[in-house]
């Protein structure tokens, strides 16, 4: 009896120490947000960091003044009047009861326009957050941060070859 009840305080326990790390996520923290008119829809857009900037992980919450239920959206991006991403507005995975995209980062610098096509219960609608301004990427350039990251790889490898021809020589 003893056994069962600690394998069951020690299940319970594993389970509870398991569900912790999905509790730690924070809800998305909106710091800025733009309106636009989307046909007959009032549509925030919302921003988890201000300004924007590129290849740096942002939330983006689209939320209709009154609600995503009945409503279905596509979202396209322009980048420099070139399409760059598309695709139908889902739930965001952190705030339910909007659309979102969850971690998101633009991945060019310049003017970019967000299109919205919206459609609902008072019809379709259509429109656009224009201008949006995209920083520069912060921190050193792509390339530098890969050859800096890849120096212990290199260390490592060197580590195995050194290691291996030793090991080699005592046994021949």
């Known amino acids: 009896m003893r056994r069962t009840l600690l394998g069951l305080a020690g299940t319970v326990a594993l389970l509870l120490g398991l569900t912790a790390p999905a509790l730690a996520f924070e809800p998305v923290n909106v710091v800025h947000t733009e309106k636009v008119q989307a046909g007959p829809y009032d549509l925030t857009i919302g921003f988890s960091t201000w300004p924007v900037k590129a290849m740096q ?11 995503i239920t009945g409503k279905t959206g596509t979202l396209t991006m322009f980048y420099n009047g070139a399409e760059d991403d598309d695709g139908p ?27 919205f096509d919206i459609n609902g219960p008072a019809g379709a609608g259509t429109g656009e957050l224009k201008n949006l301004q995209v920083m520069e990427q912060p921190g050193p350039p792509m390339g530098l941060s890969w050859a800096i990251s890849t120096i212990p790889l290199f260390g490592l490898i060197a580590l195995i070859v050194i290691a291996w021809r030793r090991t080699r020589a005592t046994v021949d």
């Open 57 to 67: 992980s942002l939330d983006f919450t689209f939320a209709p003044e009154d609600g």
């Open 89 to 115: 507005l889902a739930r965001h995975p952190r705030k339910r009861e909007v659309w979102g995209l969850d971690i998101h980062a633009m991945p060019a610098p310049g003017t970019w326009t967000m299109r």
